[in-house]
């Protein structure tokens, strides 16, 4: 039993005493150092509720405080009878039970160590899951109760089976079932038993393969397959069963009649095959009907001048069955689909029909709208007559075999094509518009106006000699056509085409580049044909500016910083001159500021001012060294910028940013930063009244420094030599208080204005130390 504590104060140890609360069994305890706050006590009974006493003493064994809870002891450790498996995804543990206990514990735990699962069972046997095929597990159970769980058990091992063959199952024909399956890993041999429904009749193989056929079976029956896999150990998997039902037996088809009614037909007879679901009934024109139960079914409409035959196949879940033996029969002869009139030259006619197959021959008649009427009796599909502009004549073919003539015939009027008409003009009244005039044509009693570029798509359609054809393609050359037509049937299709062309295409303007600080390339798509010309037209409030080319870019040159221009193209050829491309902006990058001034304000920080650049919105001023960088990002002209490094040399850069964020870079001359500041200075009295100031440069020592020591009755000054690094100034009067200030002299002779001064007091010979009066604080130096 484990043991958790607050500690007690002023305690130098701890025990604990267990005590049997419903049994005559002996009290074990511990005892701990003080300075323990969790501890176990040994040697107790299993299943056992213990009143567990705390004592907090002192070093002489006193009793501080004490506090005392009761807990039951996990119950005794169950031990494995046996574990075995036969699902490849589990293994079944056979355990003996222990008193006391609620629950078990099934742990498993793979050999690779991939592997850790804990189930909780009621009782034994209790089975894990969720294990991988043939793969060997460590085992053990654990005992619980409300105290917790006992120990594992001594552990043991098994191994768990291969899965089992998934089948699957097909039937080739109404004898066979094949069964094939994916090879099961680490399987070496398989049993397959296959049984007929309702048959006690069973049939076992056993095989290494992954494809069995079974023949000789019955057609349009059920079989179910059982299959099992072994490993090489001889353990078989779980048994994984399909069915599959054998494909139906042939029909035979008992007679094939014609129907009578509004439209032909034919009834297909046949005789049920076993096992079947459904039957279909095909001819070898590929018709066909269906039936599920009735040994019979109608196809409707049966077409006329059919010489075929009709077989019927049973079909079940395998498939279907083989064919029938097929039945023939026979209609009458089909009319021409399809008849029209031919006029190759005005006047001579012929009337020609699609072939009709089984026809012996065909009577044709060609009645005209004067009540003329012509016959041809013919072999062919095709009867000449002679025919006049602007007449209509109907038409009429029959075709004719043994079994007689079609019982109705489809009629089709033709109507005479009126002439081409003459004098067809074509002129460009926009850039995509043609508008096209001729004079009228006799017969004529509506124009079609098409466009061969348009798939011929019919732009007009009217009774007046003009069309306008719009919405074209730009630069396209059209190739037009008046045809002109009878309004009952009829157009001529002989008239020859005019071509004429399109305004060019309005060019795209892609993007635009920016090559130095006043020229911008503009790129653009050149929809055009090569010859095309191209204008770029850059529109700005106070100038314009231009430039052409032929191929897909030019310069637009001279545009200065600052500015905003509104960019367009146009396309130029002999044709005429296209619409205007949509126009881009553009903004020329801002202007940067004439001047930068930098000046430093104390070590770490400076000012940073320059004049306004037009065209910019905000400003972005760098200061940049191989010591670091400052940054300051501001609408303003002027920036403070701290970062700075004393000694260090700068460069100055700005970029100037537009109200859209159009960037231009600027550079200027660079800065250098004071010198460091020294550190640690002191003073100090020296023996021959003289007075000291020492320091440290952080910098490289390249520079004079000027001392200045001033109190209430004197100013001293001192210059030190570039490397020095202290100064003596001889003292007049003893016993002040000194402000000192010790600063580098730059190379221009100036000296650094923002070191920071530091306050001592001095006393008088007898003693050699200073006093730092700094910051509240006071300390010897």
């Given at each position: 039993?484990?043991?958790?504590?607050?500690?007690?104060?002023?305690?130098?140890?701890?025990?604990?005493?267990?005590?049997?609360?419903?049994s005559?069994?002996?009290?074990?305890?511990?005892?701990?150092?003080g300075?323990v706050?969790?501890?176990?006590?040994?040697?107790?009974?299993?299943?056992?509720?213990?009143?567990?006493?705390?004592?907090?003493?002192?070093?002489?064994?006193?009793?501080?405080?004490?506090?005392?809870?009761?807990?039951?002891?996990?119950p005794?450790?169950?031990?494995?009878?046996?574990?075995?498996?036969?699902?490849?995804?589990?293994?079944?543990?056979e355990?003996?039970?222990?008193?006391?206990?609620?629950?078990?514990?099934?742990?498993?735990?793979?050999?690779?160590?991939?592997?850790?699962?804990?189930?909780?069972?009621?009782?034994?046997?209790?089975?894990?899951?969720?294990?991988?095929?043939?793969?060997d597990?460590?085992?053990?159970v654990?005992?619980?109760?409300?105290?917790?769980?006992?120990?594992?058990?001594?552990?043991?091992?098994?191994?768990?089976?291969?899965m089992?063959?998934?089948?699957?199952?097909?039937?080739?024909?109404?004898?066979?079932?094949?069964?094939?399956?994916?090879?099961?890993?680490?399987?070496?041999?398989?049993?397959?038993?296959?049984?007929?429904?309702?048959?006690?009749?069973?049939?076992?193989?056993?095989?290494?393969?992954?494809?069995?056929?079974?023949?000789?079976?019955?057609?349009?029956?059920?079989?179910?397959?059982?299959?099992?896999?072994?490993?090489?150990?001889?353990?078989?998997?779980?048994?994984?069963?399909?069915?599959?039902?054998?494909?139906?037996?042939?029909?035979?088809?008992?007679?094939?009649?014609?129907?009578?009614?509004?439209?032909?037909?034919?009834?297909?007879?046949?005789?049920?095959?076993?096992?079947?679901?459904?039957?279909?009934?095909?001819?070898?024109?590929?018709?066909?009907?269906?039936?599920?139960?009735?040994?019979?079914?109608?196809?409707?409409?049966?077409?006329?001048?059919?010489n075929?035959?009709?077989?019927?196949?049973?079909?079940?879940?395998?498939?279907?069955?083989?064919?029938?033996?097929?039945?023939?029969?026979?209609?009458?002869?089909?009319?021409?689909?399809?008849?029209?009139?031919?006029?190759?030259?005005?006047?001579?006619?012929?009337?020609?029909?699609?072939?009709?197959?089984?026809?012996?021959?065909?009577?044709?008649?060609?009645?005209?709208?004067?009540?003329?009427?012509?016959?041809?009796?013919?072999?062919?599909?095709?009867?000449?007559?002679?025919?006049?502009?602007?007449?209509?004549?109907?038409?009429?073919?029959?075709?004719?075999?043994?079994?007689?003539?079609?019982?109705?015939?489809?009629?089709?009027?033709?109507?005479?094509?009126?002439?081409?008409?003459?004098?067809?003009?074509?002129?460009?009244?926009?850039?995509?518009?043609?508008?096209?005039?001729?004079?009228?044509?006799?017969?004529?009693?509506?124009?079609?106006?098409?466009?061969?570029?348009?798939?011929?798509?019919?732009?007009?359609?009217?009774?007046?000699?003009?069309?306008?054809?719009?919405?074209?393609?730009?630069?396209?050359?059209?190739?037009?056509?008046?045809?002109?037509?009878?309004?009952?049937?009829?157009?001529?299709?002989?008239?020859?085409?005019?071509?004429?062309?399109?305004?060019?295409?309005?060019?795209?303007?892609?993007?635009?580049?920016?090559?130095?600080?006043?020229?911008?390339?503009?790129?653009?798509?050149?929809?055009?044909?090569?010859?095309?010309?191209?204008?770029?037209?850059?529109?700005g409030?106070?100038?314009?500016?231009?430039?052409?080319?032929?191929?897909?870019?030019?310069?637009l040159?001279?545009?200065?910083?600052?500015?905003?221009?509104?960019?367009?193209?146009?396309?130029?050829?002999?044709?005429?001159?296209?619409?205007?491309g949509?126009?881009?902006p553009?903004?020329t990058?801002?202007?940067?500021?004439?001047?930068?001034?930098?000046?430093?304000?104390?070590?770490?920080?400076?000012?940073?001012?320059?004049?306004?650049?037009?065209?910019?919105?905000?400003?972005?001023?760098?200061?940049?060294?191989?010591?670091?960088?400052?940054?300051?990002?501001?609408?303003?002209t002027?920036?403070?910028?701290g970062?700075?490094?004393?000694?260090?040399?700068?460069?100055?850069?700005?970029?100037?940013?537009?109200?859209?964020?159009h960037?231009?870079?600027?550079?200027?001359?660079?800065?250098?930063?004071?010198?460091?500041?020294?550190?640690?200075?002191?003073?100090?009295?020296?023996?021959?009244?003289?007075?000291r100031?020492?320091?440290?440069?952080?910098?490289?020592?390249?520079?004079?420094?000027?001392v200045?020591?001033y109190?209430?009755?004197a100013?001293?000054?001192?210059?030190?030599?570039?490397?020095?690094?202290?100064?003596?100034?001889?003292?007049?009067?003893?016993?002040?208080?000194?402000?000192?200030?010790?600063?580098?002299?730059?190379?221009?002779?100036?000296?650094?204005?923002?070191c920071?001064?530091?306050?001592?007091?001095?006393?008088?010979?007898?003693?050699?130390?200073?006093?730092?009066?700094?910051?509240?604080?006071?300390?010897?130096?």
């Amino acid at each position: 039993m484990t043991v958790q504590w607050s500690g007690y104060t002023g305690a130098s140890s701890y025990k604990i005493t267990a005590t049997p609360r419903n049994s005559p069994g002996p009290s074990v305890f511990t005892q701990f150092s003080g300075n323990v706050v969790m501890g176990s006590v040994n040697s107790l009974s299993p299943n056992t509720v213990y009143i567990m006493k705390l004592e907090a003493m002192d070093n002489a064994l006193n009793v501080l405080s004490s506090a005392a809870t009761q807990e039951t002891t996990a119950p005794d450790v169950p031990s494995i009878e046996q574990a075995y498996s036969k699902h490849s995804d589990s293994i079944t543990v056979e355990f003996t039970t222990v008193s006391g206990a609620s629950s078990y514990l099934l742990r498993a735990e793979s050999k690779t160590g991939n592997f850790f699962s804990e189930t909780v069972v009621s009782s034994s046997p209790g089975t894990v899951v969720q294990l991988q095929p043939y793969t060997d597990y460590r085992l053990s159970v654990m005992s619980v109760n409300s105290g917790g769980r006992s120990q594992p058990s001594y552990p043991i091992e098994a191994r768990t089976v291969v899965m089992a063959p998934k089948l699957n199952a097909t039937s080739p024909d109404n004898g066979t079932i094949l069964v094939t399956w994916t090879p099961v890993e680490n399987a070496v041999l398989y049993t397959l038993c296959i049984i007929q429904e309702g048959s006690m009749s069973r049939n076992k193989l056993n095989t290494t393969d992954t494809i069995v056929s079974f023949g000789g079976l019955e057609a349009g029956a059920t079989y179910c397959i059982k299959g099992t896999a072994w490993d090489a150990a001889g353990r078989a998997s779980e048994d994984l069963t399909t069915c599959q039902i054998t494909r139906p037996p042939s029909p035979e088809v008992i007679y094939v009649e014609l129907t009578q009614g509004r439209s032909l037909g034919i009834a297909v007879y046949w005789m049920s095959a076993q096992g079947a679901k459904n039957y279909v009934a095909w001819t070898t024109n590929s018709q066909n009907c269906s039936s599920t139960v009735s040994g019979y079914c109608f196809i409707t409409p049966v077409e006329c001048g059919q010489n075929h035959s009709v077989s019927v196949t049973a079909y079940n879940d395998a498939g279907p069955s083989s064919p029938s033996k097929s039945q023939k029969y026979i209609t009458y002869p089909c009319p021409p689909e399809n008849i029209w009139v031919e006029e190759p030259k005005a006047g001579n006619c012929s009337l020609v029909w699609n072939e009709v197959p089984l026809v012996e021959y065909y009577m044709a008649f060609i009645k005209r709208d004067d009540g003329t009427e012509n016959s041809c009796n013919t072999t062919k599909t095709t009867c000449p007559f002679s025919c006049m502009c602007g007449y209509t004549y109907l038409t009429t073919v029959f075709p004719y075999n043994e079994a007689g003539s079609s019982p109705y015939a489809n009629v089709r009027n033709y109507t005479t094509i009126p002439c081409c008409p003459q004098g067809v003009s074509i002129n460009l009244v926009s850039t995509e518009t043609l508008e096209i005039n001729w004079s009228p044509v006799k017969g004529a009693e509506l124009y079609e106006t098409t466009a061969a570029e348009t798939n011929d798509v019919i732009h007009c359609n009217d009774t007046a000699p003009v069309c306008a054809l719009s919405d074209l393609r730009c630069n396209t050359a059209y190739t037009v056509t008046v045809t002109p037509c009878s309004e009952l049937r009829g157009c001529n299709r002989t008239c020859t085409p005019q071509t004429h062309e399109t305004a060019p295409c309005a060019p795209e303007i892609v993007n635009m580049t920016q090559t130095n600080t006043s020229t911008y390339r503009v790129h653009f798509l050149t929809p055009n044909t090569p010859n095309t010309n191209y204008t770029i037209t850059a529109i700005g409030r106070y100038d314009t500016h231009s430039c052409q080319s032929r191929n897909g870019s030019c310069e637009l040159t001279q545009l200065p910083c600052g500015s905003t221009y509104e960019v367009m193209a146009v396309a130029m050829t002999t044709v005429g001159r296209s619409l205007p491309g949509y126009s881009k902006p553009l903004e020329t990058g801002p202007c940067c500021p004439l001047y930068v001034n930098v000046t430093q304000v104390t070590q770490a920080m400076t000012n940073v001012t320059w004049s306004p650049g037009s065209g910019a919105r905000s400003y972005i001023t760098t200061l940049m060294s191989p010591r670091g960088n400052a940054k300051c990002h501001t609408l303003d002209t002027h920036c403070l910028m701290g970062c700075i490094t004393c000694g260090t040399n700068y460069s100055v850069n700005l970029e100037s940013i537009s109200n859209t964020g159009h960037k231009s870079e600027c550079k200027y001359r660079g800065f250098s930063s004071s010198a460091c500041c020294p550190t640690s200075v002191r003073l100090y009295r020296r023996t021959n009244n003289s007075l000291r100031v020492y320091w440290s440069s952080l910098g490289p020592q390249m520079q004079n420094h000027t001392v200045q020591l001033y109190g209430t009755a004197a100013n001293y000054t001192c210059i030190a030599a570039a490397g020095s690094k202290y100064c003596d100034i001889q003292e007049e009067t003893c016993g002040d208080v000194y402000t000192v200030v010790a600063a580098p002299v730059g190379q221009n002779g100036i000296k650094v204005s923002f070191c920071q001064p530091r306050t001592y007091s001095v006393p008088c010979p007898g003693g050699n130390a200073a006093m730092v009066i700094s910051r509240k604080r006071r300390s010897v130096i």
